[in-house]
């Protein structure tokens, strides 16, 4: 029987309780815990229980560090403040400078369509499921308020106009994934799995079986599309198993194009990567994404391994 | 016949009672081997069985008697 | 955009991911989808010496993950059998001639010579079908079907088994049922127990079609002892019910002083049975009781396999078996396995190797060797290696002895001094490849 145990820590808001569930299944200890809206799983192979625990508050930590300091939805974070700016120059530190560096290249890599700023298009769209997809005249309203070539950033400072707002969620879990990936290994612990709502990274290759095992979600019946055998590296998936609109037959993904403020047209039902890192599988499956029906012609070009659904 | 019976069930029990026993989940390492499991070949397992029920007034052991064809 | 410019975008991202993560040192990613598709495959050949029996066999099973470990397994056989084996008939100082089993014709055999019914000509088709899964987090249970078809017999039967884990799955403990249906229809329809082989064209002592239903039941535990070691034990009950004669075999009736079978006298024109011979009676019903018991220990990369089993019946056949195999592995890639059996078993009550006139007819008499008194050694040897892309070859031979006596108060006259038991020497090739 799998021995299950609780451990209930204060999270550095003080308020908010954040739980920590630590169970022994097969030949690992699987920490799990909610962090940045998802289910999160640290699988390690720890002899003891104590390391297993010692090493899922370390990733839990990281993971709410991150999510406290990246989410839209914390009052006074950098994120906050640089969206409540009203026109005004924001200084961030050097880790917000680096991940907005990052999505500068992703903006020019993916030709503008991968774009912080168009978070505001949620303004617009609501993915539930249903029918109320929005009009013209909304999307085009909002569409003002999009765009980084509106932005001035000049590192360590960000100036956008006001009512623009950034959005860091299209890279923040991936990032998280591989922060914690690089603490573990700093650690020199046995190997662990990190898998942040199905966006994972490995530590280390696992020793009691000859690679971890990952199954990627088919259809919303939970039979699995693909089992995959990850030995090194990292999985991330972009899809729309929850959030799309479905009307007149046509089904809309969550995946907006900047340019246009609407869904990209024929993007596919899910994309996995396999990369060495979780940003990496993660970008390049929201590139893919961005490219709606020539997806799989461009990740065959890139010569990466990927499952792509339709 | 009652003997049989009476070994067999001992010995079941026997290892029932075996709690303090075995390996801690991740020292399974070498039992996860192929070579480790009590059967390793199916289809060698399932050929000497055949074979053995069709020149052997015995068969099974391990797992049902076989049979199933006009060999005996 | 062309090839050149699309793989930049993984090259520049790569890049940017390294400036973004630090120093967090990751190593290239290895990662490879596992086939829902798991295939074990062979080839058999099995051949006694002289005209017996040889059998050439195709075998597939093929499994299929579901996700939470559930299986689906598939499972299919074509056996080619032709050859012959002895009909129970003792040999003579003179030629015998025999009907054949379907009735339509005779066979010479020449003096001296062990009597073999070489009639047998068959292909065999088997399937089996089985579904596995996890019940809860501690069991599992597992139900199948099976289903195979010959020329004179067709076989039908389903299983099921239960499976529980305990200690940390360090101890299993299972129970398993299996039942057969099985219907025979010989060449020329059963022969009524007993009744004397007939001329060419004569039918009067057939039956129609016969029944056989099997029961089995196998109880079972395994347990973890230490990292390398682990063992089984098993308990096992089978009850067969129904026409468990052999419809092609006989008896030699022979004369309670000489022991010679007794001639038979054949009107002219007429071709049938130059001695006198009646076919075989076994009871209705068959009790056996088994037990078994495995250890398989990991030595530095060697594994040993070594097992026992003893069974028990109501027709007082006792057996007892030992197997053994050693996997000798050389470097990642091959291995060598050695493979001894020994095996040994007491006639069965009703075993007799002729039937003297002088005696009342018994319950039940049987001459095939298989019930006989006789030990038995199989030593062989297998050779593994995994291929190019990564699956896994092998090939063994076996050879396969049976030497056997018949009891010394059943000999009579000159059976003494004749070479009796029909001894056993087969040669078993198979071929497996598993992707």
Same mark, same amino acid.
């Given at each position: 029987?799998?021995?299950?145990?609780?451990?209930?820590?204060?999270?550095?808001?003080?308020?908010?309780?954040?739980?920590?569930?630590?169970?022994?299944?097969?030949?690992?200890?699987?920490?799990?815990?909610?962090?940045?809206?998802?289910?999160?799983?640290?699988?390690?192979?720890?002899?003891?229980?104590?390391?297993?625990?010692?090493?899922?508050?370390?990733?839990?930590?990281?993971?709410?560090?991150?999510?406290?300091?990246?989410?839209?939805?914390?009052?006074?974070?950098?994120?906050?403040?640089?969206?409540?700016?009203?026109?005004?120059?924001?200084?961030?530190?050097?880790?917000?400078?680096?991940?907005?560096?990052?999505?500068?290249?992703?903006?020019?890599?993916?030709?503008?369509?991968?774009?912080? +700023? *168009? @978070?505001?298009? %949620? =303004?617009?769209?609501?993915? &539930? /499921?249903?029918?109320?997809?929005?009009?013209?005249?909304?999307?085009?309203?909002?569409?003002?308020?999009?765009?980084?070539?509106?932005?001035?950033?000049?590192?360590?400072?960000?100036?956008?106009?006001?009512?623009?707002?950034?959005?860091?969620?299209?890279?923040?879990?991936?990032?998280?994934?591989?922060?914690?990936?690089?603490?573990?290994?700093?650690?020199?612990?046995?190997?662990?799995?990190?898998?942040?709502?199905?966006?994972?990274?490995?530590?280390?290759?696992?020793?009691?079986?000859?690679?971890?095992?990952?199954?990627?979600?088919?259809?919303?019946?939970?039979?699995?599309?693909?089992?995959?055998?990850?030995?090194?590296?990292?999985?991330? +998936? *972009? @899809?729309?198993? %929850? =959030?799309?609109?479905?009307? &007149? /037959?046509?089904?809309?993904?969550?995946?907006?194009?900047?340019?246009?403020?609407?869904?990209?047209?024929?993007?596919?039902?899910?994309?996995?990567?396999?990369?060495?890192?979780?940003?990496?599988?993660?970008?390049?499956?929201?590139?893919?994404?961005?490219?709606?029906?020539?997806?799989?012609?461009?990740?065959?070009?890139?010569?990466?391994?990927?499952?792509?659904?339709? | 016949?009652?003997?049989?019976?009476?070994?067999?069930?001992?010995?079941?029990?026997?290892?029932?009672?075996?709690?303090?026993?075995?390996?801690?989940?991740?020292?399974?390492?070498?039992?996860?081997?192929?070579?480790?499991?009590?059967?390793?070949?199916?289809?060698?397992?399932?050929?000497?069985?055949?074979?053995?029920?069709?020149?052997?007034?015995?068969?099974?052991?391990?797992?049902?008697?076989?049979?199933?064809?006009?060999?005996? | 955009?062309?090839?050149?410019?699309?793989?930049?975008?993984?090259?520049?991202?790569?890049?940017?991911?390294?400036?973004?993560?630090?120093?967090?040192?990751?190593?290239?990613?290895?990662?490879?989808?596992?086939?829902?598709?798991?295939?074990?495959?062979?080839?058999?050949?099995?051949?006694?010496?002289?005209?017996?029996?040889?059998?050439?066999?195709?075998?597939?099973?093929?499994?299929?993950?579901?996700?939470?470990?559930?299986?689906?397994?598939?499972?299919?056989?074509?056996?080619?059998?032709?050859?012959?084996?002895?009909?129970?008939?003792?040999?003579?100082?003179?030629?015998?001639?025999?009907?054949?089993?379907?009735?339509?014709?005779?066979?010479?055999?020449?003096?001296?010579?062990?009597?073999?019914?070489?009639?047998?000509?068959?292909?065999?088709?088997?399937?089996?079908?089985?579904?596995?899964?996890?019940?809860?987090?501690?069991?599992?249970?597992?139900?199948?079907?099976?289903?195979?078809?010959?020329?004179?017999?067709?076989?039908?039967?389903?299983?099921?088994?239960?499976?529980?884990?305990?200690?940390?799955?360090?101890?299993?403990?299972?129970?398993?049922?299996?039942?057969?249906?099985?219907?025979?229809?010989?060449?020329?329809?059963?022969?009524?127990?007993?009744?004397?082989?007939?001329?060419?064209?004569?039918?009067?002592?057939?039956?129609?079609?016969?029944?056989?239903?099997?029961?089995?039941?196998?109880?079972?535990?395994?347990?973890?002892?230490?990292?390398?070691?682990?063992?089984?034990?098993?308990?096992?009950?089978?009850?067969?019910?129904?026409?468990?004669?052999?419809?092609?075999?006989?008896?030699?009736?022979?004369?309670?002083?000489?022991?010679?079978?007794?001639?038979?006298?054949?009107?002219?024109?007429?071709?049938?049975?130059?001695?006198?011979?009646?076919?075989?009676?076994?009871?209705?019903?068959?009790?056996?009781?088994?037990?078994?018991?495995?250890?398989?220990?990991?030595?530095?990369?060697?594994?040993?396999?070594?097992?026992?089993?003893?069974?028990?019946?109501?027709?007082?056949?006792?057996?007892?078996?030992?197997?053994?195999?050693?996997?000798?592995?050389?470097?990642?890639?091959?291995?060598?396995?050695?493979?001894?059996?020994?095996?040994?078993?007491?006639?069965?009550?009703?075993?007799?190797?002729?039937?003297?006139?002088?005696?009342?007819?018994?319950?039940?008499?049987?001459?095939?060797?298989?019930?006989?008194?006789?030990?038995?050694?199989?030593?062989?040897?297998?050779?593994?290696?995994?291929?190019?892309?990564?699956?896994?070859?092998?090939?063994?031979?076996?050879?396969?002895?049976?030497?056997?006596?018949?009891?010394?108060?059943?000999?009579?006259?000159?059976?003494?001094?004749?070479?009796?038991?029909?001894?056993?020497?087969?040669?078993?090739?198979?071929?497996?490849?598993?992707?």
């Amino acid at each position: 029987m799998p021995s299950s145990y609780s451990l209930v820590i204060a999270s550095s808001q003080g308020q908010k309780r954040r739980e920590i569930r630590l169970e022994l299944a097969e030949d690992a200890w699987h920490g799990r815990f909610q962090a940045m809206g998802s289910p999160c799983e640290l699988v390690c192979e720890a002899k003891k229980r104590h390391e297993a625990l010692e090493l899922t508050e370390l990733v839990a930590g990281e993971a709410w560090r991150i999510e406290d300091k990246f989410s839209r939805y914390r009052a006074g974070n950098v994120v906050h403040r640089i969206n409540t700016a009203g026109g005004r120059a924001v200084e961030v530190d050097d880790e917000t400078a680096d991940l907005l560096d990052f999505a500068v290249t992703l903006y020019n890599l993916s030709e503008h369509r991968f774009d912080i +700023t *168009s @978070g505001v298009l %949620r =303004r617009a769209w609501h993915f &539930d /499921g249903g029918d109320r997809v929005p009009s013209e005249n909304i999307v085009s309203d909002v569409l003002r308020l999009v765009g980084w070539h509106r932005a001035d950033w000049r590192r360590p400072f960000l100036q956008m106009p006001s009512g623009m707002e950034i959005d860091l969620g299209g890279i923040g879990k991936e990032y998280a994934v591989d922060r914690c990936a690089g603490l573990l290994r700093e650690q020199g612990s046995s190997a662990c799995l990190v898998n942040f709502g199905g966006d994972l990274a490995v530590s280390r290759a696992p020793e009691g079986r000859r690679s971890w095992k990952v199954a990627v979600e088919g259809d919303a019946e939970g039979e699995p599309a693909h089992l995959i055998d990850l030995k090194q590296g990292a999985l991330a +998936t *972009s @899809g729309d198993a %929850r =959030r799309y609109l479905l009307k &007149d /037959g046509i089904r809309y993904s969550h995946i907006l194009d900047p340019m246009t403020g609407w869904p990209v047209p024929d993007a596919p039902r899910s994309i996995t990567i396999a990369a060495d890192t979780c940003v990496e599988a993660g970008m390049m499956s929201t590139l893919a994404m961005l490219k709606g029906a020539q997806a799989e012609p461009f990740l065959r070009a890139q010569d990466v391994v990927f499952w792509c659904r339709r | 016949m009652k003997r049989t019976v009476g070994v067999g069930a001992m010995t079941i029990l026997l290892c029932t009672g075996c709690s303090s026993m075995g390996v801690e989940p991740w020292e399974r390492d070498v039992l996860a081997k192929q070579e480790m499991q009590l059967t390793t070949d199916e289809i060698e397992a399932a050929t000497d069985d055949h074979i053995y029920f069709s020149k052997e007034a015995s068969s099974g052991g391990r797992g049902f008697g076989g049979g199933g064809c006009g060999c005996n | 955009m062309s090839q050149k410019e699309t793989h930049s975008i993984s090259v520049a991202l790569a890049a940017a991911t390294c400036t973004l993560l630090g120093s967090g040192i990751s190593a290239t990613v290895d990662a490879q989808e596992e086939p829902a598709w798991d295939f074990n495959t062979s080839l058999l050949y099995y051949g006694e010496d002289g005209d017996r029996v040889k059998d050439f066999s195709v075998s597939a099973i093929a499994r299929r993950m579901f996700i939470d470990d559930r299986y689906l397994t598939l499972g299919l056989t074509i056996d080619g059998l032709t050859g012959a084996t002895p009909s129970g008939a003792i040999r003579q100082d003179v030629a015998q001639t025999f009907t054949r089993p379907s009735g339509n014709a005779a066979y010479s055999v020449a003096a001296g010579v062990l009597p073999l019914d070489d009639t047998f000509k068959d292909t065999r088709l088997a399937l089996t079908a089985g579904w596995q899964q996890p019940v809860g987090d501690t069991s599992q249970v597992s139900v199948g079907a099976s289903a195979s078809k010959e020329y004179d017999y067709l076989h039908l039967g389903v299983n099921a088994k239960f499976a529980r884990d305990f200690n940390q799955r360090n101890t299993t403990v299972s129970a398993g049922i299996a039942l057969s249906m099985d219907s025979l229809d010989p060449v020329g329809g059963a022969p009524a127990p007993f009744s004397p082989m007939l001329d060419v064209g004569d039918t009067s002592n057939r039956l129609g079609d016969q029944d056989k239903d099997v029961l089995d039941i196998v109880l079972g535990v395994s347990q973890v002892i230490s990292r390398d070691l682990v063992v089984q034990a098993n308990y096992s009950y089978s009850k067969s019910d129904g026409y468990l004669t052999d419809p092609y075999k006989v008896l030699s009736l022979v004369d309670g002083t000489s022991g010679d079978t007794l001639l038979r006298s054949i009107a002219p024109g007429v071709d049938g049975p130059s001695h006198q011979f009646l076919f075989e009676s076994r009871p209705g019903e068959r009790t056996k009781h088994s037990i078994f018991g495995q250890a398989k220990y990991y030595m530095n990369g060697k594994v040993l396999d070594a097992s026992y089993r003893y069974m028990s019946d109501d027709w007082e056949i006792d057996s007892h078996t030992v197997d053994l195999r050693y996997r000798i592995p050389f470097g990642a890639n091959r291995y060598l396995e050695p493979h001894l059996r020994f095996y040994t078993q007491t006639d069965a009550e009703f075993y007799r190797l002729s039937i003297p006139d002088s005696l009342p007819l018994p319950g039940h008499a049987s001459a095939d060797y298989r019930l006989g008194n006789f030990d038995a050694i199989t030593a062989g040897l297998k050779y593994g290696w995994r291929t190019r892309n990564d699956n896994e070859m092998s090939v063994r031979i076996e050879g396969y002895r049976q030497t056997g006596s018949v009891p010394a108060d059943q000999l009579i006259g000159n059976q003494v001094s004749r070479d009796n038991f029909p001894d056993l020497n087969a040669i078993i090739v198979q071929f497996g490849y598993r992707f």
